[in-house]
């Protein structure tokens, strides 16, 4: 297949070679921390554990569940908004809009989900379902993936993403060809990006904790914690859906295996790790303990929230009296970078609230296994690969200024270390 025109980008994740490893790394990785939570030794490093057979893995009546869940999520995305906000401008010079209703499909869904459990539904047993859920949704998410990846070949080269179209099938299939797949006015990668893998996460951790409370009594502490930590970033992620809207996963990144993997596996099935790894291995958690973590998380997504915010404020109205009195350096484009604030501590301060937020959700597990820091580790990975892309966007985007903000800001994440 040839590569449409001036879509020629430098190819990430090692090329096609890394994309294919990926493809099959990442789902052995859920697989094997699903089961690594679950056994006694719980090793994040140990020797895979044995994978059960098919008939364990596979259940149509699980698929049906899981199509249920995406169903009943599309149906919410597409109730009445409170607002419809504009994305960036594209190539072409339009804009697609999106529905501002995630908060409220989170809140329909408790409902739902409230009226079920007190009407008898046993949400504590899908706890025991996670390992042939996550099996049905990888399946589902390659099938997905192939779909959008069909559905690319009649886009219009405008609408194509510019990573993903280098000519290489399995390359492009990992990447994402088209950077907004639509039908109508559904928008896949929005609608992914923030509903049901989001949602899916708060309600498996929900399910461990009731099912926490059936086997012993009542959630443990530590359980209460990550629930209520993982629940207020998800809340926020909702309340502050239009600021997804300017991430480089809706304005840069195609819609591919990656993302749709990211979104709909990788979240829900790795995210809730913390609980699953609490309801097989509870551990002793005392109150000074617990207000300590509190206190980390709470710094954590003071950073997190007032540095996202802030660059959200100024990017919409420079002049708001909250971001006037910031020094910036004016750029080419005509916008301006922020280098006093939140952006002038280091140049990504969202990304070390993020960081120590993971932290504080992993520490109610105590000290005694790996597993449940795997989010941290795997995030702190995670963010510095999006920094260095990010940063090559800017230099890309803004040149000699962007480099006079990196003199002025020497540090990335965290200050004085990196
Ligand atoms: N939990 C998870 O798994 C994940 C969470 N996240 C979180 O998502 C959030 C969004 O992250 P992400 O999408 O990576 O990007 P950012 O929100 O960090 O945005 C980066 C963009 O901000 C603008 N910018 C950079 N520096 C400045 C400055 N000094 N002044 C003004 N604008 C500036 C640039 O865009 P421009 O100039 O064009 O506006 C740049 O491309 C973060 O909080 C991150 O932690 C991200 C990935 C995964
Ligand atoms: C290993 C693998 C398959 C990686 C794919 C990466 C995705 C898991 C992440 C890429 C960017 C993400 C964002 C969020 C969740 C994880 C993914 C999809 C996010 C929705 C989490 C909540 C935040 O508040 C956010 C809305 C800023 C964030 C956006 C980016």
Redesign the pocket.
């Given at each position: 297949m040839a590569s449409p025109q001036g879509l020629k980008a430098p190819l990430e994740f090692g090329g096609p070679l890394g994309a294919a490893a990926l493809m099959l790394l990442l789902p052995a990785t859920t697989l094997h921390l699903l089961l690594a939570a679950r056994s006694g030794p719980a090793r994040l490093l140990g020797p895979p554990a044995r994978l059960p057979g098919l008939s364990e893995l596979w259940s149509p009546a699980v698929l049906l569940l899981l199509l249920t869940w995406l169903g009943l999520q599309a149906a919410l995305y597409l109730l009445p908004a409170r607002k419809v906000a504009e994305g960036l401008e594209l190539k072409d010079k339009s804009h697609l809009r999106y529905p501002i209703n995630g908060f409220q499909a989170l809140m329909l869904t408790a409902l739902l989900v409230g009226l079920g459990v007190s009407g008898g539904l046993p949400l504590g047993a899908l706890s025991e379902m996670l390992l042939p859920l996550a099996f049905v949704a990888i399946l589902t998410t390659f099938i997905f993936s192939f779909l959008l990846y069909m559905k690319a070949q009649v886009a219009p080269t405008s609408g194509l993403a510019p990573g993903g179209n280098s000519g290489n099938l399995i390359y492009d299939f990992f990447m994402g060809r088209e950077l907004n797949p639509r039908i109508g006015s559904f928008d896949f990668k929005y609608f992914c990006e923030l509903r049901p893998g989001l949602i899916g996460w708060v309600l498996i951790n929900l399910a461990l904790l009731i099912q926490e409370a059936e086997l012993r009594g009542s959630p443990s502490l530590a359980m209460w914690l990550v629930n209520g930590f993982q629940l207020l970033?998800v809340g926020d992620a909702l309340w502050y859906e239009e600021?997804v809207l300017?991430?480089?996963?809706i304005t840069h990144d195609g819609f591919g295996f990656m993302l749709a993997f990211g979104d709909l596996v990788w979240?829900p099935f790795t995210?809730s790790l913390q609980a699953q790894f609490l309801l097989y291995h509870p551990q002793p958690l005392g109150l000074p303990g617990a207000l300590l973590i509190c206190l980390i998380n709470a710094v954590g997504y003071y950073i997190?929230r007032g540095?996202?915010s802030q660059?959200n404020t100024?990017?919409k109205n420079p002049s708001d009296p909250s971001v006037a009195g910031l020094e910036?350096i004016p750029t080419a484009t005509g916008?301006?970078?922020?280098?006093s604030g939140w952006?002038?501590m280091v140049?990504?301060p969202?990304?070390l609230?993020?960081l120590i937020m993971?932290l504080a959700w992993s520490l109610p597990c105590g000290v005694s296994h790996l597993l449940p820091y795997f989010y941290f580790l795997y995030?702190a990975a995670?963010?510095v690969h999006?920094?260095a892309r990010?940063e090559l966007?800017?230099l890309q985007?803004?040149g000699r200024a962007w480099h006079e903000?990196c003199q002025r800001?020497p540090y990335r994440i965290v200050p004085y270390i990196y």
């Open positions: 970033y600021a300017t991430t480089m996963d979240v995210y997190f540095a996202n660059k100024f990017r910036t916008k301006r970078l922020l280098v952006w002038g140049r990504h969202n990304y609230g993020d993971a995030f995670l963010l999006r920094e990010d966007q800017c985007k803004y903000y800001v």
